[in-house]
């Protein structure tokens, strides 16, 4: 597997997503994918699932420094103390003592951007993360936490799939030496019926998703999350370094695009997206 590197981390390109999956899944799945070969394990304090993450890394047999792991702290705990307190409270449920990259979830208004900074360079300077991230941020906030941090910012995770004009974030990511992580990039399954994806797919013998897949990560400084709770899938999933995708085939894919391609915009989340 291929890394990317940003701002002095070296991320897996294709990392094993945990959002919605519920605690047998992931109890299963962490461990079946690591054998696989995967690497990179996102996770989030939201999602419930932090616990089962970690007991499924425990037991995969795979060394912990092996592992490219993730985190996010949700919005209501980023006033300092309750920052730091919910870091710690992350690192025993993933029985770990650092997390490879933290990544604030959503912007929140409420908490000054500096005291949230601030919070994430703290946790980096005492050991207890490696790397620091922003995700589902602007353009114009993406900015302004790298202007307010000492520690560099190495990526910003993002929606991102064939229906998703995100060039504008991610020429700015790249010229700030920034990553993109790309989430949602299966549009919530529109992409399996898509004519011109399936074609593709028939071209070389691949499927939908290991074409979207191979989409992503064939563009420079690009990581992209998949996610299933099946096994057969999950193998699917990480044989996309086998082929590439022609610079005709890259430019349809983009051109499959549209004005309201956006699925997630939650109310008092989102930004005003730039």
Not at 27 to 55: C, F, S, W
Not at 63 to 89: P, Q
Not at 176 to 199: C, E, H, N, Q, R
Request: charged letters at 25%; glycine letters at 8%.
């Amino acid at each position: 597997m291929h890394k990317v590197s940003a701002n002095g981390a070296s991320i897996p390109a294709l990392g094993f997503g945990t959002f919605r999956m519920d605690e047998p899944s992931v109890l299963r799945m962490v461990p079946h994918v690591l054998k696989l070969g995967y690497r990179h394990i996102d996770t989030a304090q939201i999602y419930g699932n932090e616990a089962a993450v970690g007991e499924g890394i425990a037991s995969s047999g795979v060394a912990r420094g092996d592992i490219f792991l993730t985190t996010k702290v949700w919005v209501d705990k980023y006033r300092h103390d309750a920052f730091l307190r919910s870091v710690d409270e992350s690192l025993k449920k993933l029985k770990t003592d650092y997390v490879d990259l933290l990544l604030l979830h959503w912007p929140n208004e409420d908490v000054p951007l500096a005291e949230q900074i601030g919070a994430l360079n703290e946790v980096k300077a005492a050991g207890k993360v490696r790397h620091i991230g922003v995700s589902n941020f602007s353009r114009s906030l993406l900015a302004e936490a790298i202007r307010l941090s000492d520690a560099p910012i190495v990526t910003n995770q993002i929606e991102y799939h064939p229906y998703l004009d995100q060039s504008a974030m991610i020429e700015a990511a790249r010229q700030a030496g920034l990553s993109i992580t790309a989430y949602y990039a299966m549009a919530d399954g529109k992409v399996f019926a898509d004519p011109v994806l399936k074609d593709f797919g028939a071209r070389h013998g691949k499927s939908v998703s290991q074409i979207v897949l191979r989409w992503v990560i064939q563009q420079q400084d690009l990581v992209v999350l998949s996610k299933t709770v099946g096994e057969e899938r999950a193998a699917e999933n990480f044989a996309i370094f086998d082929f590439t995708l022609s610079e005709e085939e890259m430019a349809r894919i983009h051109g499959l695009a549209k004005p309201d391609g956006r699925i997630l915009n939650p109310a008092g989340l989102a930004p005003v997206w730039d």
